[in-house]
């Protein structure tokens, strides 16, 4: 069984769990054995961001023929995706799947505290969440590991904010050389177009020559 919490999604969710699914599922054996003794491997995948493209908060997936889906050709693969987001505040606590979910959202809420009179396992997680928080040692891994994610969170923001400054910027260079080369359809001089768009010749020779325009 192989499970991973995402909290951001790095839009590589589908390839990254098939990877580590065969991964587990190749060790199953060693050179010579019988594939008889590769054993079943269950992914599941914990996010705190929507990935399927589906209303339901559990999603399995599983090898099945494509049109007669209750047609499974073997159930070695089970793969499953949990969405946080979109478990509903009137969601069943009674549900085991919902109670672990809401411990993951917030393990000091009044459902968890609920939830703890009433469920062994969610009250003995809690205990052990106590335990780990009094012991300083896992709380500096911890706090080594959160600062950790905040960087790489921090890291993707800025990349994305860069990203977004040079497609702008592309477009307006790509805006500015269909002007020119409209102007230059025009009959229009380099000097007369630099006066036309407020801007130097040199700036407009530099981008009819970057653009490859042909000047009449």
Known sequence: INIEVQLTDQ??????????WSRIYNRGIIKGEDYSNLNKVITINILDFNFIDL?????????????????????????????????????????????WIEFLKNPESEKVRSLEMSVDEIREAKDELIKMSNDDTQRELYEM?????????????EA?????????????????????????EKGKTISEIADDL?????????LIEQFHLHIN
């Open 11 to 20: 839009k590589n969710m589908d390839r990254r769990t098939l990877f580590y």
């Open 55 to 99: 209303d339901k908060f559990h999603t399995e997936f599983t090898l099945r023929e494509s049109e007669y889906t209750d047609y499974k050709l073997t159930d070695v693969l089970e793969i499953h995706f949990i969405e946080i987001p979109k478990l509903e505040d009137g969601s069943d606590e009674k549900d085991m799947l919902v109670a």
């Open 145 to 157: 590991r959160a600062k950790t994610l905040r960087d790489k969170i921090s890291a993707l923001n």
């Open 160 to 184: 994305e904010r860069k990203g977004i400054k040079k497609g702008r910027e592309e477009g307006r260079i790509e805006e500015k050389s269909a002007l020119i080369r409209k102007k230059l």
């Open 198 to 206: 407020e801007n130097t010749e040199e700036n407009i020779a530099h």
